[in-house]
């Protein structure tokens, strides 16, 4: 049986609607797994992921900064406190059960704060020499080069350099204990994080989902979780 992913959603509070975009669940039935929704209510975190074998975190709205112990600034934007509340603890569990899991720009930054990491709640105020992360380009076309660690999963899966898109104000400042930093923009904004012992635990800071039809390579991520919910799912399953 193709394993289920289970994709989290935002909130649009004023129109009442929970939604993601349609790139992710594209992406993911294009990989071969079974997209399945997850709302942003929090519930028994076990419960929910015993119904999936992977997780894939989705981008969206900043992460609430009191979760890494900030008080917000000026810069920081919208924030969903269900969101938060409900994949922080997924996500946790998701670390702590070995269920892969891979979190896209928001998702990425979820996974980092989930697993004890912090982030720069605004790039241009916080680190103003960097390069320009939200780009003004549509969502497929990569406007600024990645250098990847050699040796780690996103290595293997795309090699040294990659130039990916970029839609992001904040990003992983600290990374968390246990992960390791596995890909950094040029002016040295990080990129990517992975566990490197987990099943499956890999944050990127791009939207591979963006280009799913467009760069066969970017679906090796999808691929890769897809495979890893495959294999896991047998040592984990609840009998
Ligand atoms: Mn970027």
């Not at 917000?72 to 670390?95: F, K, V, W």
């Not at 566990?195 to 890769?224: C, K, T």
Request: glycine share 10%; aromatic share 6%.
């Amino acid at each position: 049986m193709a394993p289920r992913i289970g994709i989290t959603c935002g909130i649009d509070y004023a129109a009442q609607r929970i939604q993601v975009n349609a790139d992710y669940v594209r992406a993911v039935q294009a990989a071969g797994g079974i997209p399945v929704l997850l709302p942003p209510v929090p519930g028994d975190p076990a419960a929910i992921l015993a119904g999936v074998d992977g997780l894939l975190l989705t981008g969206g709205v900043d992460v609430d900064p009191v979760l890494f112990g900030e008080e917000p600034l000026r810069q920081n934007g919208e924030i969903q406190p269900d969101r938060d509340a409900s994949e922080i603890p997924l996500c946790r569990l998701a670390l702590e059960t070995g269920v892969p899991v891979l979190g896209i720009c928001r998702g990425h930054q979820v996974l980092a704060v989930a697993a004890g990491g912090s982030l720069y709640q605004d790039l241009p105020a916080q680190v103003p020499e960097c390069l320009k992360h939200s780009q003004q380009a549509p969502r497929w076309h990569p406007t600024h080069a990645l250098r990847i660690e050699r040796h780690s999963r996103l290595g293997a899966m795309f090699g040294p350099e990659l130039r990916v898109n970029s839609f992001h104000h904040q990003a992983v400042k600290g990374v968390p204990p246990g992960f390791a930093e596995t890909a950094r923009a040029p002016d040295g904004v990080n990129e990517a994080i992975e566990h490197p012992s987990h099943p499956f635990a890999i944050g990127v800071q791009w939207h591979p989902e963006a280009m799913w039809d467009r760069e066969y390579n970017y679906n090796a991520l999808f691929r890769a979780l897809v495979e890893a919910a495959a294999s896991v799912r047998p040592r984990w399953a609840p009998s």
